[in-house]
């Protein structure tokens, strides 16, 4: 329920060709506390709701891991 994760950012993930690609970047994220993430491949994108603020840089490192890059961090409202 998205109501419970009042900050949103859209992450531009580059390095994704496939699903498994995307379920990747997925369980990095979702293993941050706090956080609620769907990619979309065809789109290149995370959408990642969190409980409350998680800095950017942590965002990305979470991709990194992931062995992707994230080229941009969107704020969203949501």
Do not use: F, Q
Not at 20 to 31: G, K, P, Q
Not at 47 to 75: F, N, Q
Request: glycine share 6%; hydrophobic share 35%.
């Amino acid at each position: 329920d998205p109501s419970h994760y009042p900050v949103r950012k859209l992450l531009k993930v580059d390095g994704m060709v496939c699903g498994n690609c995307a379920t990747n970047v997925e369980n990095s994220l979702n293993r941050l506390d706090g956080v609620w993430a769907r990619v979309n491949l065809e789109k290149g994108e995370a959408d990642v709701y969190m409980k409350e603020e998680i800095p950017d840089d942590e965002l990305r490192s979470a991709v990194r891991s992931a062995g992707y890059t994230v080229y941009r961090v969107e704020e969203k409202s949501v």
